[in-house]
Nanobody, 126 residues
Framework: QVQLVESGGGLVQAGGSLRLSCAAS????????MGWFRQPPGKEREFVAV????????YYADSVKGRFTMSRDNAKNTVYLQMNSLKPEDTAVYSC???????????????????WGQGTQVTVSS
């Protein structure tokens, strides 16, 4: 099973940017869909973005579309989430996840993912 460790979170003012990283170890992420989820304080976990195992078009939640960009680097076994134009409502613990099955399609349902990181806190002040 793959181990995932997120980094890059922190405190930023509204309108600012952060870049999150998710480093994988234990096995290659090649062939697996990778996703980002977040859990705002006092709320349920919600989908943010997913990049297919093939590296094709990334799918985003409507709330982040046009502001966030997810990418993957299979050679570095790492995925990234570039977050621009941050808003206070983006405040959450952000976690990355690896697809449950190799060469399988994953849309954005938590059940599509089999491995999760511990998360990194992102706080956006107004």
């Amino acid at each position: 099973q793959v181990q995932l460790v997120e980094s890059g979170g922190g405190l930023v003012q509204a309108g600012g940017s952060l870049r999150l990283s998710c480093a994988a170890s234990g096995r290659s992420i090649f062939g697996y869909a990778m996703g980002w989820f977040r859990q705002p304080p006092g709320k349920e976990r919600e989908f943010v973005a997913v990049v297919p195992w093939s590296g094709g078009s990334t799918y985003y939640a409507d709330s982040v579309k046009g502001r966030f960009t997810m990418s993957r680097d299979n050679a570095k076994n790492t995925v990234y989430l570039q977050m621009n134009s941050l808003k206070p409502e983006d405040t959450a613990v952000y976690s990355c996840a690896a697809g449950a099955q190799r060469f399988a399609y994953a849309r954005g349902e938590p059940g599509d993912f089999g491995s999760w990181g511990q998360g990194t806190q992102v706080t956006v002040s107004s």
